[in-house]
């Protein structure tokens, strides 16, 4: 079963395609092997709660079940105080994860973009809506818009009838001829997902209005509904839920706080999925968007080279690895080309920077509106001077909208990456100045 | 799945599908205005994945829970901020049923 490491502990981030898979490679590689995900469920968001499971989640979170892998729910990173160890909140306490090999697989967040109302009740993501549905919410008789950017629109748009909901129109900003070239690429995709979007195009045609945006979303304390806007075209539609995201963008924060290096928004990794940073891999969206195909396939060989690869990096690579990993990475570089197709084939619109009006919110945990930004230099001096990024999310939401809205790369992520109660830092504090002690916790409950 | 369970949304009895969240409960008790922005704008969830915060409520007497990945269990007992703060405004917080 191993080559030379059967007792290399390995810590997985994310329990989606891409961290599933890394879990159980890297236990099938004979490493100890601990995953974790503050969701309540493993799958990730794609496949929470599905309805029903698609095969392949059903097999992997079937195996992940009867496997040793140690699976920690609810649990949230929040700092990695020193090498090799991780401090996370797990049901309110604190955690502390060592490990030989850290793979990130934290997935990726929705591209929210303002624009007047989009922060009334009932505005939400498209993976926003998706997640509510799979949580329990009944949408039967539910009007619901589906808008902004991507295939997810289109999959999306084809569950939501499961739930009861009506799709009366689904509003993607890019252009017809974009989305052609993209129809054309899918054909470098592995698995089932074309033809889950085909079916998608066939089930909603009429519905389907490419070139065009939401510019205003209509209600008081509660959406009413949404004007949307194609060319010179503008026209307002009542519904109950608006729907509306503008793509991925990586969930970097962790990578970043262990000083992995990221260039054009994604984690840098080499052909084992190893980061700049030691004994950190990486697998799934934050290394380029590209789906649950590319995630586990990344997934797959980050768990085996954090598994089996040998200490010392001049050591020659086991033949075990490599006859292992073959598969996996025959399918990555069929995805990587996929991954560049879906890249090149939604590219924002520039009339989504006018859409917010300057008393328009950009920063929602803060309220700082559009207005507040000018004169800002930088996401760091709106920060400062504006409390831009100060909130709750800590930037995970205005981040990537000033970052399109206004150029601003986001800087500085800084421990803890989530709010956690006062008491859990301290706690974390203490644990840290008591050096007889440094993992008081490491494992629950063995 | 087709079990139900009773929860409790700013103490009004909710009953809910086995396996709903929390936001959820709340979406279904006919509240979607989970809590005010710093100026007072009504928000509900955004994300529906522990990203945006917006869902933030009061789980069981422990504040700021992301409501969206917490799993509805028998007798829950939910605050929306809003109704907190409604109460909060009458001087009687009390009456809200969100402090025991």
Known sequence: MSDLHPSREIVVV??????????????DAGARVTLVDASPEAGGQIWRGGHPPSRIAARLLGRLRDSPVQFLRGCTIVDAPKPGQLLAMHDGNPLWLSYHRLVLATGARERFLPFPGWTLPNVLGVGGIQALAKGGLDLAGKRVVVAGSGPLLLSVAASLPLYGAQVPVIAEQASLSHLVRFALGLRYLPGKIPEALQLAWR??????QAATYPVRAHGDMRLTAVTLRSADREWTVDCDYLACAFGFVPNLELAELLGCTVREGFVVVDNWQQTTAPDVYCAG?????????KAMAEGAVAGLAAALLPEDANSPVSRNLHSQAAPHLARRARCHHFAQVLERSFPLRPELRDLPLPETTVCRCEDVPLIHLEGCSSWRDAKLQRRL?????????????TEFLLGWPMQSVRPPLSPVPVRLLAAAALAKADDSNPHPQTRPGQ | MSTSIEVFVNSAPVEVKAGSTAAVAILVAGVDAFRLSPSGQPRGPLCGMGICAECRATIDGVANQYTCLRLCHPGMRICTEVAAAGAGARGDARESGCSE
């Open chain 1, 14 to 27: 994310g329990a989606g395609p891409a961290g599933l898979q890394a879990a159980l490679a890297a236990h």
């Open chain 1, 285 to 293: 969206e934050p290394t380029g968007i590209g789906g649950a195909e």
């Open chain 1, 389 to 401: 990024g100060m909130g709750h999310c800590q930037g995970r939401v205005c981040g990537a909208a």
């Open chain 1, 203 to 208: 089930l909603q045609p009429l519905r389907f």
